[in-house]
């Protein structure tokens, strides 16, 4: 089983640009996420605090529908996308 899960730039210190874009193997979206961080070790610290939930700051999305910490472990299947994303505020 494939999940694809696409990661903002600026999560990986870049500001502009598609997003990264890593194949996974997870069973769960919480699964792909930590396998994404396997490629991009700096993201962990990023996706999860230090109980392994989400921080505030970040938007998690399966199939473009928002994942809530409680939702972590809902099972992904072939060809889906999970996708990451800081929330920036400002005015």
Sequence with gaps: MTAKVKIHRYLLGGSAGPPAIVE?????????LRQATTKFPKLKNELF??????????????????VQNEEL???????DTIEVLPIIGGG
């Design 24 to 32: 996974t193997g997870g069973h769960t979206v919480a699964e792909c």
């Design 73 to 79: 472990g809902l099972k992904v299947k072939e060809d």
């Design 49 to 66: 605090d230090a109980s392994g939930k989400l921080p505030g700051h970040m938007l998690v999305l399966l199939n473009s529908e928002e």
